[in-house]
């Protein structure tokens, strides 16, 4: 019986590796230098598929694999049905907020009734945020380089991660609100949860046994 967990390159990739070692489990190939999309690990019963962040969540809803590292923005986005989410891991911490030019008056733009253009990646965090405050707001479906928006006149705002905030910082942008804190959790298709009930459990407990204190 095969485990396999799915992961994207990158934060998420590296700061899992700790609770996998807590697993007793070690991934046998660097994912910056292999080009392999199925990762071969100490333990012959599990192995690790890279997938794109945002696809995460459908391959573990659909068996594609059996647990899956994402964060809590991939899974709003998603939408999380059919997952099993035992475990928020404290990993791959950021923020979502909204950030504007430096010279763009925001305060005025979010009045009441107000119309706002946001381009962001996350529709539905930007969507739900927006509404609360009953701002009309247009949404831009981008897929990456959200920072260009602003200075291009495409979008007034940005609904973007934040981790240190160099990347605004680089771009002239101002962080204006902070929508939520982000970290990565551990989602289980609910079908293998039942077939393969063991060894999931172990990996499970081991993971909850190695979150990373704030
Ligand atoms: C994220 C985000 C920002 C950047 C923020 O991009 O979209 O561009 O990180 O990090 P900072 O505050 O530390 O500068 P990421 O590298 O995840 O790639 P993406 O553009 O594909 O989202």
Same mark, same amino acid.
């Given at each position: 019986?095969?485990? !396999?967990?799915?992961?994207?390159? /990158?934060?998420?990739?590296d700061? !899992?590796? @700790?609770?996998?070692?807590?697993?007793?489990?070690?991934? &046998?190939?660097? @994912?910056?230098?292999?080009?392999? #999309?199925?990762? @071969?690990?100490?333990? @012959?019963?599990?192995?690790?598929?890279?997938?794109?962040?945002? =696809?995460?969540?459908?391959?573990?809803?659909? *068996?594609?694999?059996? %647990? /899956?590292?994402?964060?809590?923005?991939? &899974?709003?986005?998603?939408? *999380? /049905?059919?997952?099993?989410?035992?475990? =928020? #891991?404290?990993?791959?911490?950021?923020?979502?907020?909204? $950030?504007?030019?430096?010279?763009?008056?925001?305060?005025? $733009?979010?009045?009441?009734?107000?119309? &706002?253009?946001?381009?962001?990646?996350?529709?539905?965090?930007?969507?739900?945020?927006?509404?609360?405050? *009953?701002?009309?707001?247009?949404?831009?479906?981008?897929?990456g380089?959200?920072?260009?928006?602003?200075?291009?006149? %495409?979008?007034? !705002?940005?609904?973007?991660?934040?981790?240190? *905030?160099?990347?605004?910082?680089?771009?002239?942008?101002?962080?204006?609100?902070?929508?939520?804190?982000?970290?990565?959790? &551990?989602?289980?298709n609910?079908?293998?949860?039942? #077939?393969?009930?063991e060894?999931?459990?172990?990996?499970?407990?081991?993971?909850?046994?190695?979150?990373?204190?704030?």
């Open positions: 019986m095969t485990i !396999t967990l799915a992961l994207s390159k /990158g934060r998420i990739f700061e !899992t590796l @700790p609770l996998l070692a807590a697993a007793g489990i070690e991934v &046998l190939e660097d @994912p910056e230098k292999s080009r392999k #999309l199925i990762l @071969p690990t100490n333990r @012959p019963d599990v192995q690790v598929v890279l997938v794109r962040a945002t =696809d995460v969540p459908t391959y573990v809803e659909y *068996g594609g694999a059996d %647990l /899956g590292v994402t964060g809590k923005d991939t &899974l709003i986005e998603h939408g *999380g /049905g059919g997952l099993y989410q035992p475990l =928020d #891991l404290n990993i791959a911490r950021c923020r979502v907020s909204v $950030a504007v030019r430096h010279d763009f008056d925001y305060a005025h $733009a979010v009045r009441q009734g107000a119309r &706002l253009k946001a381009a962001t990646k996350y529709t539905s965090i930007a969507r739900d945020f927006f509404a609360a405050k *009953g701002v009309h707001v247009d949404l831009i479906k981008l897929y380089s959200m920072e260009l928006a602003p200075l291009t006149g %495409l979008a007034d !705002t940005i609904v973007d991660l934040v981790s240190t *905030g160099n990347t605004l910082k680089a771009n002239r942008l101002v962080e204006v609100e902070r929508i939520m804190d982000i970290s990565a959790r &551990l989602v289980v609910q079908a293998a949860l039942k #077939l393969k009930r060894p999931i459990r172990r990996i499970i407990d081991a993971f909850a046994s190695a979150i990373p204190k704030d």
